[in-house]
């Protein structure tokens, strides 16, 4: 059943690729908005996309954004969080005011800081200094990374838990200077948030 349900995403994917390059952009790009939110029809979103992406020369800087966006999202939705990262990345890239994919990134990698800590707690009680200094540096560094993108995110859509998830984080690694200054920062952020993407 699977290889029958796989060869007919892929040969949807392919169809949709060949007419994806003989279809004018804008139709392309209209057809795109038509199916990237309903939940039905993301396999052919998720090919939509693609073509697009493939023909980024002729998107605008905007729609390149949107495309980048939705795809990482419609990647995680599928339970496929590695695929969806490069996406939400290029997104931010694009248009760095736009908060969504921060908040994306930041909730992906504040579970894996969850899951780090745990190990951490396994390597301290076990006494292996090594591997404990080791996952202490790669815990930092990641927590770091982390509360980077929460802090775009609740500086552009404030609310409790994300504040609660960038104060745990910065405890965790004992930075009290980015507790003391987190305000601060949060208040630089907001001065360039983009809450919705126009096509």
Do not use: W
Not at 111 to 116: F, I, W
Not at 121 to 130: A, E, F, L, P
């Amino acid at each position: 059943m699977k290889n029958i349900l796989l060869t007919a995403y892929l040969t949807l994917l392919l169809s949709s690729f060949a007419c994806a390059q003989k279809q004018d952009i804008k139709d392309l790009y209209f057809d795109y908005l038509q199916v990237r939110m309903d939940a039905d029809e993301k396999p052919e979103a998720k090919a939509k996309a693609i073509a697009l992406l493939q023909r980024s020369s002729e998107l605008s800087k905007t729609q390149l954004g949107n495309v980048n966006y939705h795809l990482g999202r419609l990647y995680e939705e599928d339970g496929e969080i590695e695929k969806s990262v490069p996406y939400y990345e290029e997104s931010i890239k694009i248009t760095p005011g736009y908060y969504v994919p921060y908040r994306a990134l930041g909730f992906m990698y504040y579970k894996k800081c969850k899951d780090l800590a745990q190990k951490l707690t396994t390597i301290n009680q076990s006494g292996t200094g090594t591997a404990g200094n080791k996952a202490s540096e790669e815990f930092k560094s990641l927590s770091l990374k982390t509360a980077k993108y929460l802090e775009k995110s609740q500086a552009c859509d404030p609310d409790v838990e994300t504040l609660g998830m960038i104060k745990a984080l910065y405890k965790n690694i004992k930075d009290d200077r980015a507790l003391a200054t987190l305000n601060d920062r949060l208040k630089a952020l907001s001065a360039d948030c983009v809450t919705l993407l126009e096509d």
